[in-house]
């Protein structure tokens, strides 16, 4: 009675498939915390983001990752006194447009990610 198991299989794949889409309770979803600088001309863009990852999954299954915008802080680093001061605030990414060619040190500060990033130094007042 090849209709019968048919009929009668349809609602466990159907079930199963419910099933597998469920989050299981020892997933959980970890973010790591991104800083960093670059600079194009006379313009400095800035990055702070978390990329965040859900885990376990099933076998097989692809990981998958969602970027998140933080907040942060482009800073310069005053170089008579080693004092860092904002010079900007943004997030995700966001920039800065730099007046004169002075030479500069500057870093990413990630506010929601507690991190710091690498320094640029860059011929930008």
């Given amino acids: 009675m090849p209709g019968r198991s048919s009929r009668t299989l349809l609602p466990v794949v159907l079930a199963l498939g419910f099933a597998v889409v469920l989050p299981d309770a020892a997933q959980a979803t ?6 960093g600088v670059t600079q194009a001309g006379g313009v400095l863009t800035a990055k702070a983001i978390s990329l ?3 885990s376990p999954l099933p076998p097989g ?3 998958p990752v969602e970027v998140v915008d933080d907040s942060g802080a482009l800073q310069r680093i005053d170089p008579n006194t080693g004092t860092w001061y904002t010079v ?8 800065h447009t730099c007046l004169g060619t002075a030479t500069n040190t500057y870093r990413v500060v990630n506010t929601s990610g507690g991190l710091t990033s690498g320094s640029l130094t860059a011929a930008c007042g």
């Fill in 30 to 35: 970890t973010c790591s915390p991104r800083a």
């Fill in 52 to 54: 965040c990852r859900v």
């Fill in 61 to 63: 299954e692809p990981t």
């Fill in 88 to 95: 900007t605030t943004g997030t995700g990414y966001f920039t």
